[in-house]
C-alpha cells in the first residue's frame, strides 16, 4: 500500500515539474515588446522602450537601455512585474539623486 502511495506522489511530483516547465516556457515566449505597439525611440544617450495611452504618464511602462535590445529587455521585466532593470540603470538613478 505505501509503495502505491510513494508511486502516487511520484507522478504526482512529475506532472508538477512539468506544469512549472511549460509555463516557464509560455512566459520565456511572450515578450510584450514583440506582441504589442511599442514605441522605440532614442533619447539623448539612451534607447527608449515605452507603451502606454493612458493620461497618467505613470501608469505607462516605459524603460530605458543602452540600446534598442536592452530597452526592450527591460521593458519585458517591468511589464511581467519582475521590475528587473540592468545595473547601470539603477546606477544613473542613484547618481541624479545628488
Same mark, same amino acid.
Given at each position: *500500500?505505501?509503495? *502505491? /502511495?510513494?508511486?502516487?506522489?511520484?507522478?504526482? /511530483?512529475?506532472?508538477?515539474?512539468?506544469? &512549472?516547465?511549460?509555463?516557464?516556457?509560455?512566459? *520565456?515566449?511572450?515578450?510584450?515588446?514583440? +506582441?504589442?505597439?511599442?514605441? =522605440?525611440? /532614442?533619447?539623448?544617450?539612451?534607447? =527608449?522602450?515605452?507603451?502606454?495611452?493612458?493620461?497618467?504618464?505613470?501608469?505607462?511602462?516605459?524603460? +530605458?537601455?543602452?540600446?534598442?535590445?536592452?530597452?526592450?529587455?527591460?521593458?519585458?521585466?517591468?511589464?511581467?512585474?519582475?521590475? *528587473?532593470?540592468?545595473?547601470?540603470? &539603477?546606477?544613473?538613478? &542613484? &547618481?541624479?539623486? +545628488?
Amino acid at each position: *500500500m505505501s509503495q *502505491m /502511495r510513494q508511486l502516487k506522489i511520484r507522478q504526482l /511530483r512529475a506532472e508538477a515539474e512539468a506544469a &512549472e516547465i511549460k509555463l516557464l516556457t509560455q512566459k *520565456m515566449f511572450f515578450l510584450p515588446s514583440r +506582441y504589442f505597439p511599442v514605441n =522605440v525611440f /532614442r533619447d539623448g544617450d539612451k534607447w =527608449v522602450c515605452s507603451f502606454g495611452f493612458h493620461p497618467d504618464p505613470l501608469l505607462n511602462v516605459i524603460a +530605458y537601455g543602452d540600446c534598442p535590445a536592452q530597452a526592450c529587455l527591460n521593458f519585458d521585466a517591468l511589464w511581467s512585474g519582475s521590475g *528587473m532593470l540592468l545595473e547601470e540603470e &539603477e546606477e544613473d538613478d &542613484e &547618481e541624479e539623486e +545628488y
